[in-house]
Nanobody, 123 residues
């Protein structure tokens, strides 16, 4: 059974940082691509970043480049999202997702999903 478990969400003031983690179990990671999506209240689920586990090449939505960094730790079977200089508009539920094969920016391409973790940026 494939499981993705996110952690690290919380409340932070504008300008602060958070690090999200997603633990992967039940599937070999070498063939996976992983992604982070986020969904703000009343909005669609949007792509944030993705990584090819094997290479590990990354890509980001243009608006977040330079503030967010995605990485993976093969020893721990986890992916992380380091979020810096957070803004109120970053408030959302953040989801970890996985697929076999190359990374994409389309949520429907990802078969496996975590439960989501809330990130709130507020003073």
């Amino acid at each position: 059974q494939v499981q993705l478990v996110e952690s690290g969400g919380g409340t932070v003031q504008p300008g602060g940082s958070l690090r999200l983690s997603c633990g992967v179990s039940g599937i070999p990671t070498s063939s996976l691509s992983m992604a982070w999506f986020r969904q703000a209240p009343g909005k669609e689920r949007d792509f944030v970043s993705a990584i090819n586990w094997g290479t590990p090449t990354t890509e980001y939505v243009d608006s977040l480049k330079g503030r967010f960094t995605m990485s993976r730790d093969s020893a721990k079977n986890t992916v992380s999202l380091q979020m810096n200089s957070l803004k109120s508009e970053d408030t959302a539920i953040y989801y970890c997702a996985a697929k076999v094969g190359g990374k994409t920016r389309t949520s429907s391409d990802y078969r496996y999903w975590g439960q989501g973790t809330q990130v709130t940026v507020s003073s």
